[in-house]
């Protein structure tokens, strides 16, 4: 996923940037997340410039351009901005040597400006960069946030999902996303979810339509986005291929864009539960995210009392 300079150029707060030349550039594409500096380019060793990524021209770089002759300059400069850069960024509220920014008008290269120092711009505009070029993918399935935890429930179309969400909004829990998932990697090998444009609050149930669920429930009773913890599929019982486990020893995994996500698998029966099952799934998980894996401790106890009665019976 890539996103382009004018996205960077709008931005707000503290990532706020001021476009001062090379305006008609505004649609290059940045596609890495990590900033560079272009100091060996300006020296002459343009090789060292990554496509597509945002340069960032702090006070060593422009004090080096001051100090060259106004044609080593001009050299300097031209020779990064006909480089496949996404856009120049000069910091600390230096003032644009002019050169430069005639250079990048004539090749068409976004020059911004910002008050930030160095450091800081790098570290804000390349997290911002993490998340909006993170990998992405669209699942069909329901969102939501239960005692703290992210679950995304999976299934057939019209097995229930959105029931279940129903359910569970009325026990206090939280709708992210009903239907389409958006689900995104975060740094450290996390997932984020969330809904898609236009559908938030939504809850779309067969025999009633379309839900407020903002205005059902209250503005508290939704999130914008959470973390992806744990996926349940619902199955009916009639179209399941396999026994379920009935202890729960081996935990199971499922790949959502290369990253292991905890899954279980619940048989839809009538007069199951089907909300209070997933609550439990969700304190279970919690449980074992810290260590305690209640089918394994009851095996292994189980264990312990056949040595126990086999030792007495060999005494």
């Not at 001051?66 to 006909?82: F, I, P, Q, T, Y």
């Amino acid at each position: 996923m890539n996103t382009t300079v004018r996205e960077v150029v709008g931005l707000r707060g503290s990532l706020k940037f001021k476009l001062v030349a090379g305006g008609r550039g505004l649609t290059r594409e940045i596609v890495a997340p990590r900033v560079q500096k272009p100091a060996l380019a300006l020296a002459g060793y343009l090789d060292q410039i990554h496509p597509g990524r945002v340069q960032v021209l702090g006070n060593a770089e422009i004090g080096y351009l001051r100090r060259l002759s106004k044609d080593e300059a001009r050299e300097a400069v031209n020779g990064v901005c006909k480089s496949p850069v996404a856009c120049l960024v000069v910091t600390n509220g230096n003032k644009v040597p002019e050169v430069l920014r005639k250079a990048c008008g004539h090749h068409k290269v976004p020059l911004l400006v910002t008050e930030q120092r160095t450091n800081e711009a790098i570290r804000g505009l390349s997290r911002w960069l993490e998340e909006k070029l993170a990998p992405e993918t669209t699942i069909h399935g329901v969102l939501l946030r239960v005692i703290g935890h992210g679950v995304i429930l999976l299934g057939k179309s019209g097995v229930g999902k959105s029931e279940a969400a129903l359910a569970l909004l009325g026990r206090g829990h939280l709708l992210v996303a009903d239907d389409v998932v958006q689900v995104r990697e975060a740094p450290q090998g996390a997932l984020k979810g969330r809904c898609a444009d236009g559908l938030r609050h939504h809850l779309e149930i067969r025999g009633l339509g379309v839900l407020d669920v903002e205005q059902l429930f209250g503005t508290l009773a939704t999130l914008e986005e959470t973390s992806v913890d744990l996926a349940i599929e619902l199955v009916d019982a009639s179209d399941a291929e396999d026994e379920p486990d009935r202890l729960g020893i081996e935990d199971r995994n499922i790949s959502l864009l290369g990253i292991e996500v905890p899954y279980l698998q619940i048989q839809l029966r009538p007069g199951r539960d089907v909300a209070t099952l997933i609550e439990v799934a969700a304190r279970s998980q919690q449980l074992k995210a810290r260590g305690i894996h209640a089918a394994r401790r009851f095996v292994a106890q189980m264990d312990r009392n056949l040595r126990r009665t086999a030792a007495r019976g060999r005494g």
